[in-house]
């Protein structure tokens, strides 16, 4: 449905004693794939969270296969694969841009949350419109 890349060079302070990305830094690059592909869309996180709606994380694995090391350029992949409804599931893929080696994978769920109330709510319409754009723009190309 929608696929977005975005690139990330493997900072010194990234790495752990072993000389590898520590494995919890996985989880900060997701999310920073995630709200530059929304982005991209026309979905910047503050405007939805400026329409009363937040999005938290409910579920969230990562599977490694190889290691990062630093000053690695990395391509994370982040596809959205359906129409979210009141989840938003996420793929992600991490590559090392020079060898295209798979890195990790990995899956993230947010949930529509009315910040005011506390509850699950279905995708803003807003969401749905822009999804539906980009659904058709990744699609004719």
Do not use: W
């Amino acid at each position: 449905m929608i696929e977005y890349v975005h690139q990330h060079r493997v900072r010194y302070r990234e790495c752990d004693p072993m000389g590898v990305v520590y494995h919890a830094h996985y989880v900060d690059h997701f999310e920073v794939a995630r709200t530059e592909a929304l982005r991209s869309v026309g979905l910047p996180y503050r405007s939805i969270e400026d329409s009363g709606i937040i999005m938290p994380v409910v579920d969230l694995q990562v599977k490694y296969h190889r290691p990062a090391r630093y000053d690695d350029l990395l391509n994370i992949v982040t596809r959205f694969n359906r129409m979210p409804d009141v989840r938003v599931p996420i793929e992600y893929e991490v590559r090392n841009a020079d060898s295209d080696e798979l890195v990790a994978t990995g899956h993230v769920t947010l949930c529509f949350v009315d910040q005011a109330s506390g509850r699950p709510v279905r995708a803003p319409e807003n969401v749905l419109a822009a999804f539906e754009r980009a659904s058709i723009v990744h699609s004719g190309s």
